[in-house]
């Protein structure tokens, strides 16, 4: 498996794999827009740093890159999905980290890090996985999704140096 960049050609894939409402907002958080998704309002990642994960057989994953704020030395993951049929086989994991390389290498960052909502469990374990560690900080931020209020947690990976 190897990330590239997004291709436009690359929203279809990307947006059938997220068929349910709510596995939908744990995905984006309602940022993208409404369930379910057009193709158009999809096309908003383009404004970020968009990748894709693919193998062999064609897509496997996606995830975004952006600068938070004015933070010059930080990336922050966004949007990081798998096709449903190839979770729990570590393409998750493997993208993650591939993404960290690009993110501390060529990016030139010293820290990269991401939110996931407390009730997607099994993303958190994926992060956590691919290197990423808690981030103890104050209250944790908060959404409105389906009637209900969603708290994320805050995680992150920081470059090591040799020695």
């Known amino acids: 498996?190897?990330?590239?960049?997004?291709?436009a050609s690359?929203?279809?894939?990307?947006?059938?794999?997220?068929?349910?409402?709510?596995a939908f907002y744990q995905w984006t958080a309602g940022i993208l827009g409404a369930f379910p998704l057009t193709e158009a309002a999809f096309a908003f990642v383009e404004t970020l740093m968009p990748f894709t994960a693919v193998d062999e057989e064609g897509p496997v994953g996606f995830f975004?890159?952006?600068?938070?704020?004015?933070?010059?030395?930080?990336?922050?993951f966004g949007f990081v999905i798998v096709a449903p049929d190839r979770r729990g086989q570590g393409i998750g994991k493997t993208m993650l980290q591939q993404g960290m390389q690009l993110a501390f290498g060529q990016y030139g960052?010293?820290?990269?890090?991401?939110g996931v909502f407390e009730n997607n469990s099994s993303a958190y374990y994926c992060y956590r996985a691919a290197g990423f560690e808690d981030v103890t900080a104050g209250?944790?931020?908060?959404?409105?999704?389906?009637?209900?209020?969603?708290?994320?947690r805050e995680l992150q990976a920081v470059k090591r140096t040799q020695g």
């Not at 690359?10 to 709510?22: G, H, I, M, T, Y």
């Not at 975004?64 to 922050?76: F, I, N, Y």
């Not at 960052?109 to 991401?114: A, P």
């Open 64 to 76: 975004t890159l952006r600068r938070p704020g004015q933070a010059a030395d930080e990336l922050r």
């Open 10 to 22: 690359d929203a279809k894939v990307v947006l059938s794999w997220c068929q349910e409402e709510r």
């Open 139 to 152: 209250v944790p931020e908060s959404y409105q999704v389906l009637g209900e209020e969603w708290l994320c």
């Open 109 to 114: 960052v010293s820290r990269v890090s991401l």
């Open 1 to 7: 498996m190897q990330i590239r960049p997004y291709q």
